[in-house]
């Protein structure tokens, strides 16, 4: 068995090939296939930390919408109560101004028919003057003296 020359000569250039795939080739390919994966592994943790900060989000999100409901609900209670209070304080209000109002309705039918009664007396006094002092001036029997009384009183009462 001999080993050729060309053999040996394939050989060298084959190894000589491979050296210099490996350098320009394989080195460039492999680091570009390692920058490649490394980008991806980043782009997948970037990912993966956009979905936590979303979810963190979404949470935080939802804890200022509870809060606001909480604080909306206790806004409308407040104003419900407030109304509520404002509606008795009405009410109680109209209550004591009807009060008022009727307080001095009494006052004034009390204040007028007192002056009813007062005129009343008097004008039953001056009937009751002239009465006395037609019966005076004349001397008369019972039937004459009963029509003259009835007379008085019709044309008292008639005059005022």
């Given at each position: 068995?001999?080993?050729d020359l060309?053999?040996?000569?394939?050989?060298?250039?084959?190894?000589l090939m491979?050296?210099v795939l490996?350098?320009?080739?394989?080195g460039p390919?492999?680091?570009a296939?390692?920058?490649?994966?490394a980008k991806?592994?980043a782009?997948?943790?970037?990912?993966e930390?956009g979905v936590?900060?979303?979810?963190k989000a979404?949470a935080?999100?939802?804890?200022?919408?509870?809060e606001?409901?909480?604080?909306a609900?206790?806004?409308?209670t407040?104003?419900?109560?407030?109304?509520?209070?404002?509606?008795?304080?009405?009410?109680?209000?109209?209550?004591?101004e009807a009060?008022?109002?009727?307080?001095?309705?009494?006052?004034e039918?009390g204040a007028?028919a007192q002056?009813?009664?007062q005129?009343l007396?008097?004008e039953?006094?001056?009937?009751a003057?002239?009465?006395?002092e037609r019966?005076?001036?004349?001397?008369?029997?019972?039937?004459?003296?009963?029509?003259?009384i009835?007379g008085i009183v019709?044309?008292?009462f008639?005059?005022?």
């Amino acid at each position: 068995m001999s080993i050729d020359l060309t053999f040996i000569a394939q050989i060298i250039v084959f190894i000589l090939m491979v050296t210099v795939l490996w350098k320009l080739l394989y080195g460039p390919l492999n680091d570009a296939m390692e920058a490649r994966t490394a980008k991806i592994v980043a782009g997948l943790a970037a990912a993966e930390a956009g979905v936590e900060a979303k979810e963190k989000a979404a949470a935080e999100i939802e804890a200022q919408l509870e809060e606001a409901r909480a604080k909306a609900h206790e806004i409308v209670t407040s104003a419900e109560q407030r109304a509520a209070e404002i509606n008795e304080e009405a009410i109680n209000k109209a209550r004591g101004e009807a009060e008022q109002i009727l307080d001095s309705a009494r006052e004034e039918i009390g204040a007028e028919a007192q002056r009813a009664r007062q005129s009343l007396r008097q004008e039953v006094a001056d009937i009751a003057m002239l009465a006395a002092e037609r019966v005076i001036d004349a001397e008369l029997d019972a039937k004459r003296h009963s029509k003259l009384i009835e007379g008085i009183v019709k044309q008292g009462f008639d005059a005022a």
